[in-house]
């Protein structure tokens, strides 16, 4: 059972910058996909790396501002989020697909696609 751990939420002015990370002991096999979630919307797909980090794809809404990378040598998958607005606000959660479901060059922000979950950490943008 695979256990991801975020971290680096927290409150920042809009223009800010805050780097999230997920850590699991065995990320480096699997696929990862950040999502988030806000207060009385539905959860949505924001960004995702394939396991051999070669592939990604990002949101519209946050193309250009938010960078997905991954350092496999501290089992770790970075979320940088760059030039933030209020509406990026909300729950942040990354999820994680072995390479035997997704294979080492694809990846998905689609909900279903993934088998793991963090227990999320929150972003607040505000002035």
């Known amino acids: 059972q695979l256990q991801l751990v975020e971290s680096g939420g927290g409150l920042v002015q809009p223009g800010g910058s805050l780097r999230l990370s997920c850590a699991a002991s065995e990320l480096p096999y699997y696929a990862v996909g950040w999502f988030r979630q806000a207060p009385g919307k539905e959860r949505e797909g924001v960004s995702c790396?394939?396991?051999?980090?070669?592939?990604?794809n990002y949101a519209d809404s946050v193309k250009g501002r938010f960078t997905i990378s991954r350092d496999n040598a501290q089992n770790t998958v970075y979320l940088q989020l760059n030039t933030l607005k209020p509406e990026d606000s909300g729950a942040y959660y990354c999820?994680?697909?072995?390479?035997?479901?997704?294979?080492?060059?694809?990846?998905?922000?689609?909900?279903?696609?993934?088998?793991?979950w963090g227990q999320g950490t929150q972003v607040t943008v505000s002035s």
């Open positions: 790396i394939s396991t051999s980090g070669g592939s990604t």
């Open positions: 999820a994680a697909v072995s390479v035997l479901s997704t294979g080492w060059g694809t990846c998905s922000t689609r909900e279903d696609e993934y088998e793991y």
